[in-house]
Structure formats: C-alpha cells, structure tokens
C-alpha cells in the first residue's frame, strides 16, 4: 500500500536554528498538508498546499514557516528560527481527490533545545 | 468556525468487551466529513472510519462502528470484540466538503485501553 514518508523521525535542534521537516506524499496525489501535534494535546492543522501555492493556513503558521514542492515529489516545512514551544510532532499528509481519505506520514518528532 | 469536542480523556475497555467513545461537533454547514483516527504508541495517525454527513446509513468496518446523530451534532465510535491491539488514543475529527483545502479539526482525543 502506498506511504507518505517523513524525514527524518526525529530532530533535535539549537533554539533560532532552521530546520527542514521533509515529505514525501504518495505520488498520485493532489493536496498536501502540515498537521502538529504538542506532546499530549491534540493535533492542529497548520498548512494546506494545491496546486504549488498555500490554500489555507492556520493562525500557527507565521511568517517563521514556509512550505515548498521543490521538485514536484518532496513537500518541505521549513521553520526559520526554532523556538522551544515548536517542539512538537509534525505529520504531513496527502490526499488524491478533494473527497477522498488522508494518509498521513509516521511524523518528525522534533525536539528544540 | 467548526469544532470537535471528545468529553472522555481516557475511556477503558475489558478484552472482548464493547466500548463507545464520544464526539461532538459544532457547525453550520450542513455537507461535512467525520472520522475516527487511531494514534498507536508510535503516534502514527491510522484512519479507522469515516462517515459523509448526507449519508443516514451509520458507517461499519468491520468491529468498529459509528453511531451519527446529524441533528444532535454526535458521532460515537462503538468498538466491539476489542482486543488488545485496540488500546491507543482516539481523535475525532472534521472536515467540511466543500473546497476549502480540507483542512481536518481534531477533538482532545480520547486514551482507550484494553485490560486482559
């Protein structure tokens, strides 16, 4: 059965430091999402990408994220300068059709020190 | 703006036995999509069911079932014969049908375990 794969599992990063979470969605598909989960509380949606542009983003996504299809396989999410409060677990998810079912990667557990 | 309230923290289960987890939404749209995600220790996000909001019919998959309630805005997941494989956090979720991004509203989450 296809995957989204996430890399890498986990990070662990300098506070102001940048770091890169890395996707790749199942190939077929359309729409493409950030999702974060802070330890023990639920998960928060983040960003939506279609058709290589934003199509929705949440409050959480400031100008300190940004995400990227560089070559039309890989889905990046890129935080310029880490915070301790960014530490979290980062799913990105895919989907083929506006009407069809997520799959979700395994997550980047990303520790900010 | 839509969201997804799940009033059970933790919920427990005896193996064999059959236990329900709540869900409640608040929204007004009237054409929508709900889950149920299974987030193992692992925390991968596995989706375990999924219901159209147009549809009376309570979806099934297999031991899991929904009970929706349009009107009272609830969406219960019943699961029955449970095993010990079941044990894991819970999230309802929502999404609207229209094209908006589809983005997915969680609930807290609900902790189910399994005793032997």
């Known amino acids: 059965e296809p995957e989204v794969t996430q890399t890498p599992s986990h990070q662990v990063t300098q506070m102001g430091q940048e770091v890169i979470l890395r996707c790749v969605p199942i190939?077929?598909?359309?729409?493409f999402y950030w999702y974060r989960q802070i330890l023990g509380q639920k998960v928060e949606f983040l960003v939506s990408f279609y058709n290589n542009e934003i199509s929705e983003k949440s409050e959480i996504f400031d100008d300190q994220f940004s995400v990227e299809r560089p070559d039309g396989s890989n889905f990046t999410l890129k935080i310029r300068s880490t915070k301790l409060e960014d530490s979290a677990m980062y799913f990105c998810?895919?989907?083929?059709?506006?009407?069809?079912?997520?799959?979700f990667g395994s997550g980047t557990r990303l520790t900010v020190v | 703006a839509q969201t997804v309230t799940q009033s059970q923290p933790e919920m427990s289960v005896q193996e064999a036995e059959t236990v329900t987890l709540s869900c409640t939404y608040d929204t007004s749209e009237s054409d929508y999509y709900l889950f149920w995600y299974k987030q193992p220790p692992s925390r991968q996000m596995i989706l375990v069911i999924r219901q159209e909001a147009y549809k009376q019919q309570n979806a099934t998959e297999n031991r899991f079932s929904v009970n929706f309630q349009k009107a009272a805005k609830s969406f219960s997941l019943k699961i029955s014969d449970s095993q010990l494989g079941d044990a894991a956090m819970y999230f309802c979720a929502y999404r609207s049908a229209g094209w908006q991004g589809g983005k997915l509203i969680f609930g807290q989450g609900t902790e189910l375990s399994v005793k032997p």
């Open positions: 998810a895919s989907r083929e059709q506006l009407y069809y079912g997520y799959t």
């Open positions: 190939s077929n598909h359309l729409y």
